[in-house]
């Protein structure tokens, strides 16, 4: 199993403002994976972010919106760019671990309310 | 691409009663299905997953069977408890998927004492 922590656990921020937040895991990983999910709503992947490259955006997300940075195999960062009250969302980093690597571990989320 | 349908909720059972939340998933190649449950305010944590047909995977009570036929992934719980009161997510995933998830839009569990 893995363990993942995630900073902030929640913040308030104005409109045009950045925030960037961290994601710890307690073993090396290969991929991390970041997912929004807005309020009342399922969760949609934002990126993958693997080690030593840039990261991998799905359909709808754009780099120059949530920069990812992934220095380490520990370690990932995911910043919400000039934020909107349309940001108000919980995201969650993840990463695959256990057997086989087929069990994603989610960390707590990091709240994030924009006025 | 891929999909999960899931029952739609809220769901609200009164505690000691069976639960069924329904889910069902279309997918390229063979994925491994996945329950995540979310309780009030806190993030997602594994239920119980299960990574080929007719695998069931369990914990806490709760099952599920991985039906390659009906392309189905059913929850159960033969008696619910006030604790129980969560979002449950059915996802699908995988290495074959490069190990992204696909998630359901979940269903919101009330359990009433």
């Known amino acids: 199993s893995a363990v993942i922590s995630q900073k902030p656990s929640r913040d308030i921020c104005q409109r045009g403002t950045s925030l960037t937040i961290q994601c710890q895991v307690d073993?090396?990983?290969?991929?991390m994976f970041w997912y929004r999910q807005q309020p009342g709503q399922s969760l949609t992947l934002i990126a993958t972010a693997n080690q030593g490259s840039e990261a991998t955006y799905e359909s709808g997300f754009v780099i120059d919106k949530f920069p990812i940075s992934r220095p380490n195999l520990t370690f990932s960062t995911l910043t919400v760019s000039n934020m909107s009250p349309e940001d108000s969302s919980i995201y969650l980093c993840?990463?695959?671990?256990?057997?086989?690597?087929?069990?994603?571990?989610f960390g707590p989320g990091t709240r994030l309310l924009v006025l | 691409g891929d999909s999960v349908t899931q029952m739609e909720g809220p769901v609200t059972l009164s505690e000691e009663a069976f639960l069924t939340i329904n889910c069902t998933y279309t997918?390229?190649?063979?994925?491994?299905l996945f329950w995540y449950v979310q309780y009030p305010g806190e993030g997602l944590q594994l239920l119980l997953k299960?990574?080929?047909?007719?695998d069931k995977g369990s914990n806490k009570g709760f099952e599920a069977t991985y039906r390659k036929e009906t392309t189905s992934f059913h929850l159960e719980k033969g008696s619910v408890q006030v604790s129980d009161s969560a979002v449950y997510f059915c996802?699908?995933?995988?290495?074959?998927?490069?190990?992204?998830?696909?998630f359901g839009k979940g269903t919101l569990l009330t359990v009433n004492p």
């Open positions: 299960a990574t080929k047909a007719d």
């Open positions: 073993s090396q990983v290969t991929m």
């Open positions: 996802a699908l995933g995988g290495w074959g998927s490069n190990y992204k998830l696909t």
């Open positions: 997918a390229t190649g063979y994925p491994s």
């Open positions: 993840s990463a695959p671990a256990g057997e086989e690597g087929e069990t994603q571990y």
